[in-house]
């Protein structure tokens, strides 16, 4: 009877685990083990680009990715594991209870927004985490053209000035004129605890952030957070309040409730504890990748985040050690000690940054020209051709 290894998931780190594990069983010429990847979709969809216009249009097919390099594809969404009998539980496409069984788990079901008690958070803000938020949000700016003209109508506030937030601001004056037109007196503002403008990212990059804002005309209110919202604006930790009809949120992500189901340890963000080879610790038989696992990524103390930079590789090296467990060969230690920053600014262009401390390297167009080739060729997938996907699916190849 074959083996079996289970992949939860169909994002960065899943897909990638998929075609690394299958790759690695290629090389060794065995055919006798089975990878199936458990999703609601077949698709990759490209969370990194949700800040964006047309989100409907951010995702992309790997049916055929998956049938080129022998994975089985199964619709259905994972909601129960069950570690002693080494079987997951997951709704189907018809939303049928059903059971898959497994010798090996990949955990890689990603994260979620992390949604505060902030009052009227659930009811009346927008989100850009998960592709039908982000559709959600596109379909009420541009009903926001039908509305009287106002001054709460024509505001937008981020909460939060994170990575997320700032790419979200930064690209929705543009968005904005483009639905309400030119002339529009429109305000999109950032409301961050921080007491200066970018200041979370770093000394060095905050300055490009600053001026990007003067820029694209994003105001910062700082030393304030967001108390409560409700359909007609916030209110602040500081006393004011803003006026606007549309309220993004943006304040930082969990991972998957999945990993609560798992007897291991985690970090404060629900990411399982794994060891070198992204094995779950205390688990002989389940891997974690992407944004559920709390990996290090170098040997100085720095960890991956819940990123695609990060989760590209994470799903690279946890395929070719889980199928390399089962080959009984060598796995390799993840290593990724380069970490890089594209940040998209809107039309003032981006700003690309090297190491922890965020070094500028580039600006303005530069940085735009990368930022464009990062967001629509380096993160999507690979052809639906067994050995270029393979190819791309070595862990030992950088993606930056």
């Known amino acids: 009877m074959k083996q079996h290894i289970l992949v939860i998931g169909a994002g960065f780190g899943g897909m990638w ?28 969809r490209v969370r990194p680009r949700f ?26 969404t994972a909601d129960s594991i069950d570690v002693a009998q080494k079987r997951v539980g997951y709704i189907d496409a018809s939303g049928a209870k059903q059971v898959c069984s497994y010798d090996k788990l990949v955990l890689a079901t990603g994260s979620r ?8 958070v659930v009811e009346h803000a927008f989100d850009v985490d998960q592709i039908e938020q982000a559709v959600r949000l596109e379909n009420h700016l541009k009903s926001l053209a039908s509305l009287p003209d106002s001054k709460s109508r ?17 690209e929705m004056t543009a968005r904005l004129r483009t639905i309400l037109g ?22 060095e990059i905050a300055k490009s952030i600053e001026e990007a804002s003067i820029e694209t005309g994003v105001k910062w209110h700082l030393k304030a957070s967001v108390e409560s919202v409700d359909a007609n604006g916030v209110n602040l930790s500081d ?19 999945l990993t609560e189901q798992i007897p291991a340890e985690r970090d404060h963000l629900g990411r399982l504890h794994v060891d070198s080879h992204l094995k779950v610790i205390g688990q002989d038989d389940i891997f974690a990748t992407g944004d559920v696992a709390y ?19 994470l799903g690279r090296y946890a395929g070719n050690n889980v199928a390399a467990q089962i080959l009984g060969v060598d796995a390799l230690p993840y290593s990724q000690p380069k970490y890089v920053t594209c940040l998209d600014l809107g039309a003032w262009g981006a700003v690309y940054t090297e190491g922890w401390d965020r070094q500028v390297k580039l600006v303005r167009q530069e940085g735009k020209n990368l930022k464009t080739q990062i967001n629509t060729v380096w993160i999507y997938p690979p052809a639906a051709n067994r050995e270029a996907a393979w190819a791309a699916a070595d ?6």
């Open 113 to 120: 927004l992390a949604i505060p008690p902030t009052s009227g």
């Open 51 to 76: 800040y964006e216009p047309n989100a409907h249009q951010l995702a992309a097919p790997i049916g055929d990715l998956l049938d080129a390099v022998g994975v089985k594809f199964v619709k259905g």
């Open 295 to 313: 990996a290090a990524s170098d040997d100085i103390g720095n960890h991956a985040l819940m990123t695609c930079q990060h989760a590209i590789m």
């Open 182 to 203: 030119e002339q529009a007196d429109i305000d999109v503002i950032i409301v961050d605890r921080g007491d200066r403008i970018g200041g979370s990212m770093g000394e």
């Open 154 to 170: 024509n505001t937008v506030v981020v909460a939060g000035g994170g990575f997320t937030g700032i790419e979200t601001a930064t």
């Open 239 to 257: 006393g004011q309040r803003i006026e606007a009809q549309t309220v993004v949120w943006t304040t930082g992500v969990r991972a998957s409730s």
């Open 395 to 400: 862990p030992l190849i950088p993606i930056a």
């Open 17 to 44: 685990t998929a075609v690394s594990a299958t790759r690695l069983f290629n090389i060794h010429d065995r055919n006798d083990v089975e990878v199936t990847v458990l999703a609601p979709q077949a698709e990759l």
